[in-house]
């Protein structure tokens, strides 16, 4: 989507809102099993002393796998948004963290897209103590402990035995 800031470019204090979802295909993730509402945006553009400022945030529903128990959970995802859109010249070509106005208008999809990747979490957990599963049987281990015995290292295999007698 493009977002025309002809209005706003020329007057500081100005603003231009701004609200649309998101298309998922680009978004896929590895623990996001699906997206159970489409990300949504919203926000403002701003120019603040000639500086051109995107604000808002994007909020959607997702059904993850935990990276530690495999198990499905569900979670709420708010990616706080902010971003400076400039004009591009050879002396801010190469900067990462501006985006670039094309004549008036700016690309929305592509600023919004990069924010909520940037912004992704790199491990997906049902919850903070998630214990994970037994290495040895696959149980998972929020469920209650499992039944394997403990796991005696090798190379104390020789210690065990003396205080066995």
Do not use: H, W
Not at 30 to 57: D, F, H, Q, T, W
Not at 96 to 109: A, I, M, R, T
Not at 113 to 123: A, H
Not at 137 to 143: A, E, Q, R, S, T
């Amino acid at each position: 989507m493009k977002l025309n800031l002809r209005e706003i470019i020329e007057i500081p204090g100005s603003s231009v809102p701004f609200s649309c979802e998101l298309d998922t295909e680009g978004l896929d993730f590895p623990s996001i099993v699906r997206y159970e509402s489409a990300p949504r945006a919203a926000g403002r553009v701003y120019n603040e002393a000639g500086v051109l400022r995107l604000e808002g945030e994007i909020k959607t529903d997702l059904l993850c796998v935990c990276d530690r128990c495999a198990s499905e959970f569900e979670s709420t995802k708010t990616t706080p948004l902010s971003a400076v859109i400039v004009e591009q010249n050879d002396d801010n070509a190469e900067d990462p963290e501006l985006f670039f106005l094309d004549g008036d208008e700016v690309d929305l999809d592509e600023i919004l897209s990069t924010l909520f990747i940037l912004d992704m979490d790199t491990k997906f957990l049902c919850r903070e103590d998630c214990k994970g599963l037994c290495p040895r049987c696959g149980k998972n281990l929020n469920l209650g402990p499992c039944g394997c015995g403990k796991e005696i290292d090798p190379r104390f295999a020789v210690l065990e035995q003396l205080l066995d007698t």
